[in-house]
């Protein structure tokens, strides 16, 4: 009994409840809402998880390592808007998002670079930083983004699209094997080992030859990118440039990262769990909307369920315990 | 395999207006560190490590009769110096990563076939210094915190070991282990010396300083009180220039 | 004052204090009819919400452990949804001796709510009040879909002649509170909760307390709304959210806790304050605002950090 409650607080124990939680879930919904697992339910809620999952990543690394990523739902904003911008006005697809890309990767090493280096709270910084880039976004397309998506795009993450046999668009296998990369970086790499060491105890990592600035800065950096990521993807999505298209994963970002059984001290989770955090998020999600609330109360039921589902396995030491 | 190299501290002064002290640490040779707490034994260490910088002064590496000056950690490193630190919870152990992760941490690349980490390579090399240095850890997958602080201790030299260092700073490496894992850490330290490895060894315990080392390094006030070796390394002389009084 | 404590609160303003200096002047020569003595009070009513929520969110962050509440928006839009939605035009209550107590109750029972769930259930204090933001957004929004008023015609007097009012109250709970106990106990458990334990202090009651004061300042930042904004509207309280948080950290408090104080967190708040004024008198648009918020952000608290560095540099040396 001992032994299971040990192993249901681990991480992978955990990782093991969120999926459980996904899953009975949506056997709630098919039961209490018809066409609740109609095919074409099933792939909005896999497209829309899969861009979640997407700008999950960043906030996972960050997480693990001891920080937290504020300016992720700006840089979405801000990638979203420059591609259609660039695009629509004529630049090559592939050069924009080389460009989206590159601007992204500075963004965020400067965020890591900045918090390590004089010790700010990242908190402060991306939250800093990514108003800044907001605003900047802001007056360069004078409030009014303009722009599209190219059609490959589009059909990459459209909901009727098709990838060869598979029912889904691109974007869900594309995901999946993206996945099984970040996990696989974080469990086999030397760079995955020190991200986990060094949120685990910044006060040892320097001695055991972990360098924390570089190690931020390079997180931070692939944080920003796959944000950016996000932010091309919704473009394809929702077929319009929008700066406030990210907003939303600000804080769903940090609740998917959490449910899926990471600590925000670092050191603990993974991207399996994050996953299983954006499932469960877009089962609750769909699961209210089909149930008829409105989407104000839609968001205070999504409030109580994550920190009833936190309270679950989610809970901190007490102060005695780590003495 | 362990090349010799010598370290020499030159006017090393720990403190400002303090009196310059000259050290050489040989091949081969187990000196001990001792003092009151705080009176400078740890800064020198520190020192010799790269870890910081003296006030006047500095720290020479000779090997095969190349000459460079340690001004960094990471410059000790790469040339052969490894450091264990005194408090294992804050600057030693991640406690949430496994027994494995910990030991290999520090030379993570060894195990590295295109940028993926064999497991097995580590396991292989863990194995080689679990059976060396005794390690009690029947689930090496188990988180570090699993082990008692003697094994935890082993665990961390393994890992500075794995560096493969030709002279070793250990601070205070018995601190909180039980006796039993304390001889089999004497024997390692004199296996260890007898290779060719030069050890700097801190101890607030003057019992393992007379058992262990060649000679002793007291330090009074941020300066070098005494040097000690062979008979005139007793309890009583060392206690007595451990507070300023000549024996 | 001894020179201690001088140097030490010179020391924990750092760059807030400069800037506000600076934008004060600069204010004062571009706008000087907005900072006549005759119009201070208007003035001090357009600053008092941004002032209070600032002032609300430094209790939990003081006392450490990565405490934060980023419900302090959410809430006072909810104080503001409840006073005139619930109370004024569905109840008919207008007695101030009725909304002002609960306004401070409403508050003072959310923070116990998170107070509950960040030390009682343990849950990490940035999931815990942004299951609390998620919750009051969402019952605000449904208790007032849209903006509607008006307010009690007493209220809308806290945003003129007498909006210092308020804010007075703030500080004068707060320099009690200082005087007590309670206060060294909670910048302990800011420092070093592990140590303040061992010591015997009661790091979860203390930290539940400091939720619950968060809470009630921030009712009372709702009431300074609800007198600016003299109706109820459902989407300006999450506005509140991150920039009371900039503004805390431009003011020198530690989000790690232990560090900083109230009158940090109102001059960093002023800060914000003043540079929404300048960029007005600029004409400037609400975007480059926002650059400004933030570079301003970044730029005070890497100054800051600097300094923080040269000094500890000079010390050791």
Not at chain 1, 79 to 97: E, R
Not at chain 2, 49 to 69: I, K, M
Not at chain 3, 174 to 194: F, K, V
Not at chain 3, 216 to 224: I, W, Y
Request: glycine share 12%.
């Amino acid at each position: 009994m001992i032994k299971l409650r040990t192993w249901l607080a681990s991480t992978n124990g955990r990782i093991f409840g969120a999926f459980l939680i996904a899953a009975a879930l949506h056997l709630a919904g098919t039961l209490m809402i018809p066409g609740y697992s109609s095919p074409f339910a099933i792939r909005a809620m896999l497209v829309i998880a899969s861009l979640l999952a997407v700008a999950s990543i960043g906030q996972t690394l960050v997480v693990i390592l001891g920080g937290i990523d504020l300016s992720i739902p700006f840089i979405i904003g801000f990638a979203n808007v420059v591609a259609a911008q660039l695009y629509g006005d004529g630049w090559n697809f592939i050069v924009v998002c080389l460009l989206v890309s590159l601007m992204a990767l500075a963004i965020g090493a400067f965020n890591g670079f900045v918090s390590r280096r004089l010790d700010i709270h990242p908190l402060i910084v991306t939250l800093g930083v990514g108003m800044v880039v907001q605003g900047c976004v802001l007056l360069w397309t004078a409030g009014f983004p303009s722009g599209s998506a190219p059609a490959a795009v589009s059909a990459f993450v459209s909901i009727g699209g098709s990838a060869g046999p598979l029912p889904v668009p691109w974007l869900v296998p594309s995901l999946v094997v993206l996945a099984t990369l970040i996990i696989l970086i974080m469990a086999r790499s030397p760079y995955g080992r020190r991200l986990y060491a060094l949120g685990s105890n910044p006060g040892a990592a320097p001695l055991a030859l972990i360098d924390p600035v570089r190690m931020w800065t390079i997180t931070f950096a692939l944080s920003a990118f796959f944000a950016a990521v996000a932010g091309v993807l919704l473009l394809g999505f929702t077929g319009s440039a929008y700066g406030d298209v990210g907003q939303p994963y600000l804080f769903q970002t940090i609740a998917a990262v959490v449910v899926g059984g990471a600590a925000l001290v670092g050191g603990r989770g993974n991207y399996l769990g994050t996953i299983a955090g954006v499932l469960v998020l877009t089962e609750i999600n769909t699961l209210l909307i089909g149930l008829g609330f409105q989407p104000a109360a839609v968001q205070a039921a999504l409030g109580l369920i994550i920190v009833a589902l936190v309270s679950l396995y989610g809970r901190e030491r007490h102060v005695r315990s780590t003495i | 395999m362990v090349s010799a190299i010598t370290l020499h501290a030159r006017n090393l002064v720990l403190r400002p207006g303090g009196q310059p002290l000259n050290q050489t640490i040989r091949p081969g040779e187990i000196v001990g560190l001792a003092g009151l707490d705080g009176h400078g034994q740890e800064r020198f260490l520190e020192v010799l490590a790269g870890l910081h910088t003296p006030h006047a002064g500095e720290v020479r590496l000779e090997r095969g009769g190349q000459q460079t000056v340690i001004t960094s950690f990471r410059r000790a490193v790469d040339n052969g110096i490894t450091y264990l630190p005194r408090d294992r919870r804050a600057t030693g152990i991640f406690p949430t990563q496994s027994v494995l992760d910990n030991f290999a941490i520090s030379t993570v690349g060894k195990d590295a076939r295109f940028g993926i980490l064999s497991f097995r390579n580590r396991r292989k090399r863990y194995e080689g210094f679990r059976e060396r240095l005794s390690i009690n850890a029947p689930r090496p997958d188990a988180p570090i915190t699993t082990l008692s602080g003697g094994n935890q201790q082993k665990v961390l030299l393994a890992r500075a070991l794995a560096l493969e260092p030709d002279m070793l700073l250990l601070n205070d490496p018995t601190r909180g282990v039980d006796v039993a894992t304390r001889h089999v850490l004497y024997d390692v330290f004199r296996g260890l010396a007898r290779e060719g490895m030069g050890l700097v060894v801190l101890s607030s315990e003057i019992e393992e300083i007379l058992v262990l080392c060649n000679r002793v390094l007291v330090f009074r006030d941020f300066e070098l009180a005494a040097e000690m070796s062979g008979d005139a390394m007793t309890t009583e002389t060392v206690i007595a220039a451990m507070f300023g009084r000549a024996a | 004052m001894n020179t201690i404590r001088l140097a030490n609160i010179r020391r924990s303003l750092g760059f807030g204090a400069l800037l506000l200096v600076v934008l004060l002047a600069v204010n004062l020569y571009l706008n000087p009819a907005r900072f006549h003595p005759a119009a201070w009070g208007t003035l001090i009513g357009l600053a008092a919400p941004l002032i209070g929520a600032a002032l609300a969110s430094t209790p939990v962050i003081l006392s450490g452990r990565g405490g934060i509440d980023i419900s302090v928006g959410p809430l006072m839009g909810f104080v503001n949804a409840i006073i005139i939605q619930t109370l004024f035009l569905k109840g008919g209550v207008e007695s101030p001796f009725v909304i002002v107590p609960v306004a401070l109750l409403v508050g003072a029972g959310i923070g116990a709510i998170n107070g509950f769930l960040t030390t009682i259930v343990r849950i990490q204090p940035i999931v815990a009040t942004l299951g609390t933001y998620l919750v009051l957004t969402g019952i605000t929004l449904t208790i007032v879909p849209a903006p509607i008023g008006p307010a009690p015609q007493w209220i809308k007097a806290f945003a003129g002649p007498l909006s210092i009012i308020p804010l007075a109250v703030i500080f004068l709970a707060w320099w009690l509170i200082r005087r007590l106990p309670y206060y060294d106990l909670l910048m302990a458990i800011g420092s070093d909760d592990r140590a303040a334990y061992t010591a015997g202090v009661d790091v979860t009651r203390v930290r539940f307390a400091a939720y619950v004061i968060t809470g009630v300042f921030a009712g009372m930042a709702g009431l300074m709304l609800t007198a600016l904004i003299g109706s109820a509207d459902p989407n300006i309280g999450q506005t509140y959210t991150l920039i009371s948080i900039a503004a805390v950290a431009l003011g020198g408090v530690s989000l790690a806790g232990g560090r900083g104080g109230l009158i940090g967190a109102a001059i960093g708040a002023i800060d914000i304050f003043l540079l929404q004024s300048v960029l007005t008198a600029f004409n400037v648009s609400t975007y480059v605002l926002q650059v400004a918020y933030g570079a301003i952000l970044v730029a005070a608290v890497v100054l800051t950090a600097v300094q923080e560095r040269a000094n500890r540099r000079e010390r050791n040396a």
